[in-house]
Nanobody, 116 residues
Framework: QVQLVESGGGLVQPGGSLRLSCLAS????????MRWYRQAPGKERELVAT????????RYVDSVKGRFTISRDNAKNTVYLQMNDLRPEDTAVYYC?????????WGQGTQVTVSS
């Protein structure tokens, strides 16, 4: 079955960095685009970044451009989100996502808290 397991979240001070990882299994990882979403308390889930199957097309929400970098290692079935210059407004649960034949699959999420 499809599994997505996120890791790497934590508590960080403003201006700090974190790298999130999402290990995928149960499907042919290299065939599919991968996405990172986040959901802050009381807010809707937001698409943060998308990377195409070969990593040759990448998109970001405007609020993270220049600070976050999405990447993938198809040999390791893993997608990453490098987050630099973190701000309190980046505080959220971060989820990775894959769309397989029209069905969305999600991991359990990893909490990122940016606070002094």
């Amino acid at each position: 079955q499809v599994q997505l397991v996120e890791s790497g979240g934590g508590l960080v001070q403003p201006g700090g960095s974190l790298r999130l990882s999402c290990l995928a299994s149960g499907f042919t990882f290299s065939y599919y685009a991968m996405r990172w979403y986040r959901q802050a308390p009381g807010k809707e889930r937001e698409l943060v970044a998308t990377i195409a199957s070969a990593g040759d097309s990448i998109r970001y929400v405007d609020s993270v451009k220049g600070r976050f970098t999405i990447s993938r290692d198809n040999a390791k079935n893993t997608v990453y989100l490098q987050m630099n210059d973190l701000r309190p407004e980046d505080t959220a649960v971060y989820y990775c996502n894959v769309l397989l034949r029209g069905v969305g699959f999600w991991g359990q999420g990893t909490q990122v808290t940016v606070s002094s």
